[in-house]
């Protein structure tokens, strides 16, 4: 049974830093590209960053140069370093898993990351 | 406002047939394939599409995808009041380098 176990949301200032982890299994993890999905309180679904199978890395442009997306192969786990937080950068953040085609076949439970002073 | 435009809710009775659309371009629908996920509330999106009109294991036929150019379609039949939901798309975005949703649409059955 695939699984996603994200962990490391909270409470960060403005300009502060999180980092999320993503603890997979059930799956061959390095075989799989990977995804983070935010979703801001009542609003849709929002593309955030990708990586790679072969480590090739996306954002989307308002993440880039502030967030980081990497992996750990050995421990099947996805990160994604966050800095210069800003206050709409509040969202639940979902870990995902590539079924092909950048269609998304497993998401986990989502973490929340609030921004705030 | 979302790269692929999504109407922002549908509604029909139960049993019957809703379709929603899905409008983008040549840089993200137009040329590559698109996936259709349901995200009931306080959950985490479902897979109900891939490849433009494939659907996963456990997925019953009442859904169905099509794609036409830069616009695409999911087609829910046999609505059941289960089928409440938020409803997005996705797809790549070759200009963007990015994928990109739809802004999401909300089922209502009546």
């Known amino acids: 049974e695939v699984q996603l176990l994200e962990s490391g949301g909270g409470l960060a200032q403005p300009g502060g830093s999180l980092r999320l982890s993503c603890a997979a299994s059930?799956?061959?993890?390095?075989?799989?590209?990977m995804y983070w999905v935010r979703q801001a309180p009542g609003k849709g679904l929002e593309w955030v960053s990708s990586?790679?199978?072969?480590?090739?890395?996306f954002y989307t442009d308002s993440v880039k140069g502030r967030f980081t997306i990497s992996r750990d192969n050995s421990k099947s786990t996805l990160f994604l370093q966050m800095s210069s937080l800003r206050p709409d950068d509040t969202a639940v953040y979902y870990c995902?898993?590539?079924?092909?085609?950048?269609?998304?076949?497993?998401w986990g439970q989502g973490t929340l990351v609030t921004v705030s002073s | 406002q979302s790269v692929l435009t999504q109407p922002p809710s549908v509604s029909a009775a139960p049993g019957q047939k809703v379709t929603i659309s899905c409008s983008g371009s040549?840089?993200?629908?137009?040329?590559?394939?698109v996936s259709w996920y349901q995200q009931l509330p306080g959950t985490a999106p479902k897979l109900l599409i891939y490849?433009?009109?494939k659907r996963p294991s456990g997925i019953p036929d009442r859904f169905s995808g099509s794609k036409s150019g830069t616009s695409a379609t999911l087609g829910i039949t046999g609505l059941q009041t289960g089928d409440e939901a938020d409803y997005y798309c996705?797809?790549?975005?070759?200009?963007?380098?990015?994928?990109?949703f739809g802004g999401g649409t909300k089922l209502t059955v009546l």
């Open positions: 995902a898993k590539d079924a092909g085609y950048s269609a998304i076949d497993y």
């Open positions: 059930g799956f061959t993890f390095s075989n799989n590209a």
């Open positions: 040549s840089s993200n629908i137009g040329n590559n394939y």
């Open positions: 990586i790679g199978s072969d480590g090739n890395t």
């Open positions: 490849d433009n009109d």
């Open positions: 996705g797809t790549w975005d070759s200009s963007l380098s990015a994928g990109v």
